[in-house]
């Protein structure tokens, strides 16, 4: 491995504050701002709901507003913050993941380190390198080497039911991605009607791959009619199940599944290339580990972690939460494992200055519900990184309301548009069933730099992620004018639990 030189507001700042607010107006930015957040949080919505939130001053670490900030909350993907703040501490902005090809005795070894950004592309890429070598036959086997990491692939509290969707994938040493948003451990299933209606759907794969079985029992419907398309895979095996119908004429669509065992999919992707390049591998393809005085003859390093964030962060990439937790156990404690890497991680929150009494983390992206932390420890986290020397990475690699594109605006590219906010905060969302977050830095109308958390557990109906804007653009403008406030993608919770990623037309 190569190294280089939400939300719920928690118990942070020393003051633990119990009131709707706790400090003369006088602190606030211009205007009444404790009367005007109150006023915001008073929503029906709200009603029976965990309300954490505070506001602090950046420079000062003030409290200019707090809201239950010290009590304990889901934080979903909030907890990513916590995650990205320990790999940025301890494997470093330059850490790169490293994936190799090896022979000895006639066998070839396939080595990963965890990398998600590994696509079809890149596994072509190697095996072009291993015919570059004059190598163009393999006697033994194809051995697929994950051992980096443990042989557990989800933690052990994530809902069964989450398992066949991309943002629950399993998490390996090795693995493949089948698109730029690196959705690693997951394929993508096209699906296009026929000419005709009466026959069967047309199905694709990307990338292509015999490590998942498609069992299609879908038909094209008559032109006009409703889509009832449905994609399952059940837990524990690798066939995916279509059914239902899509209109004749009508546009083409793609969805995501999970693959069971990602090293096994990474491997085929691999030996799939291998023979495209006039390599033939006589034997089978399996697990195993890579002998200490194997020859590398291909090597690919991944991105450095300083621009890996940005795609980790923008699109709240879970896998790559869970890949990063096993790096550092692995770094810290010579075991890719949550049981390493998690304790590791609070540890160096602990060194941030988080009072880490107060956060509890099961797992390293926020999809379990186990995790808890409060408002008040996420503004502590989000005013300390300031200090660090990576910090701008991090900050960079921050969402940033109202801007473009899913590697800019990310997952609050369509939130606050044409506000005082938009291009101003940068922020990281967070979504469950019953839980929405947003933790990050807004300037006032003097410049002043604010930090910001808000968690909502447990509010009646869908997400109020308009209430968390109209917190934010009210400390952006400095006055309650809240009403320009614009939504037009609202982060979606597929299957009841996804935190928000970007769509492009594909079913849920």
Do not use: C
Request: glycine share 10%; hydrophobic share 40%; charged share 20%.
């Amino acid at each position: 491995m190569i190294k280089s030189a939400g939300i719920a507001l928690l118990l942070g700042g020393g003051m633990a504050l119990g009131g709707a607010h706790a400090l003369p107006a006088h602190a606030a930015p211009p205007g009444d701002l404790a009367a005007d957040l109150d006023a915001i949080l008073r929503d029906e919505r709200l009603q029976g709901a965990a309300i954490g939130v505070t506001v602090r001053d950046a420079r000062t670490s003030e409290t200019l507003y707090d809201r239950d900030a010290g009590a304990p909350r889901t934080p979903a993907s909030n907890n990513k913050l916590q995650t990205a703040a320990a790999a940025f501490g301890i494997l470093g902005s330059g850490y790169r993941f490293r994936t190799t090809v090896s022979v000895k005795g006639g066998d070839l070894y396939l080595t990963g380190t965890g990398d998600t950004t590994m696509r079809a592309a890149e596994y072509d890429r190697l095996a072009a390198a291993v015919a570059a070598k004059g190598i163009t036959r393999i006697r033994g086997d194809l051995v697929a080497d994950d051992t980096w990491f443990d042989a557990r692939r989800t933690p052990a509290d994530w809902d069964p039911a989450d398992l066949q969707y991309a943002y629950a994938a399993q998490t390996s040493a090795l693995t493949v991605s089948p698109n730029d948003d690196f959705d690693a451990g997951s394929v993508e299933i096209s699906l296009a009607p026929a000419a005709r209606q009466g026959r069967p759907v047309r199905v694709g794969l990307t990338p292509d791959t015999e490590a998942v079985k498609i069992d299609n029992r879908a038909v094209t419907g008559a032109p006009g009619s409703a889509s009832t398309l449905a994609v399952d895979r059940s837990n524990g095996t690798n066939t995916i199940v279509i059914t239902g119908s899509h209109p004749a004429g009508a546009a083409p669509t793609s969805v995501l599944r999970t693959v069971e065992e990602p090293t096994l999919f990474a491997a085929d992707v691999f030996r799939k290339a291998l023979k495209a390049h006039g390599v033939r591998v006589a034997g089978a393809t399996e697990r195993g580990r890579t002998p200490a005085d194997a020859r590398t003859v291909a090597t690919r390093t991944s991105m450095p972690l300083s621009r890996l964030a940005v795609p980790f962060l923008k699109l709240s990439n879970n896998v790559m939460a869970e890949t990063l937790v096993k790096a550092i156990g692995r770094e810290a404690q010579r075991k890719g494992t949550w049981e390493a890497g998690l304790p590791a991680v609070t540890a160096e929150l602990r060194r941030l200055g988080v009072d880490t009494s107060q956060v509890t983390m099961t797992d390293g992206s926020g999809l379990s519900r186990g995790n808890r932390t409060t408002a008040a420890q996420l503004g502590t986290l989000l005013r300390n990184v300031r200090k660090r020397p990576w910090f701008p990475a991090w900050y960079t690699a921050l969402p940033i309301a109202g801007e473009p594109g899913p590697l800019t605006g990310g997952t609050l590219a369509n939130r606050m548009r044409g506000t005082a906010a938009a291009g101003n905060v940068r922020a990281k969302t967070g979504t469950l069933t019953g839980v929405t977050a947003l933790s990050g830095y807004v300037r006032d109308p003097a410049g002043r730099t604010l930090i910001f958390s808000s968690v909502f557990n447990g509010y009646s109906g869908g997400a109020p992620k308009d209430i968390e804007d109209k917190i934010a653009i009210r400390l952006a403008t400095g006055d309650d004018d809240t009403s320009r406030t614009t939504l037009h993608n609202m982060d979606r919770v597929d299957g009841g639990h996804l935190e928000p990623t970007w769509l492009n037309g594909r079913l849920p």
